[in-house]
């Protein structure tokens, strides 16, 4: 039994955990469907008697309102898509140093991909425009998306590497967090090298005081009987 615990290093759930996870996200890698990503651009332009600032500052609320229920209501018929399933699908990012607004569409597919960023693109553009007489800024197509070639989504190396970094770390909080019972017993040999506690040492029990003046009376009553013999 001890060369069997002998024979596992203590340190075994480490790796364990890291070929657990570079199996799992290897797996995961292979199995799920690659995704891309098609981007297109819109830019908010002030007429003749409006500043740029101001112009910057409508291009952060365009960007806002670019996923809203409004717009992708006026995006889904061209998207081919419900305004719920849209919804998870597209997102507007922007700058605060630049007045261009990012529309990016993602799908398994990479021609809906570029639909879904073109239609909100187009949506909201649409919408912003029938106000720009009131605010003075006017939305325009930049550069409109077209079909990716390649997947966004990462490839089963990139998934397998995650998972072995995170089941490795997993592995490595295990042995940290673990109990201390269950480090000795895992270690046979520190235990065997650790000194043994003491036994505890008993002490003769002292007579009292009144069994010494006993003793001391008897002895000398002993010592006088044999001076009275000689």
Known sequence: MRRRLRAVPVWWPLPACAVLGLAAGGAYGVLKAPEYAATSYVVAVPDETTEPATALG??????????SSSTLAYAQPRAGLTADRLRTQV???????????????TSTSPSQAADIANAVADALSLSSNQAAKNTGVQLLLFNQAVAPTDPASPSA???GAVGMCAGGLLGGLWLLARPARGRRAEDPARAEAEPAAPEPVEYASLPAQGDHGDAAVGAVGSVKEKESVR
Not at 58 to 67: G, K, L, V
Not at 91 to 104: K, L
């Open 58 to 67: 409508f291009a952060q609320a365009y960007a806002r309102i670019a996923t």
């Open 91 to 105: 997102r507007a990012e922007t700058s605060p140093e630049s007045p261009m607004i990012s529309i990016t569409g």
């Open 157 to 159: 190396a990139i998934s």
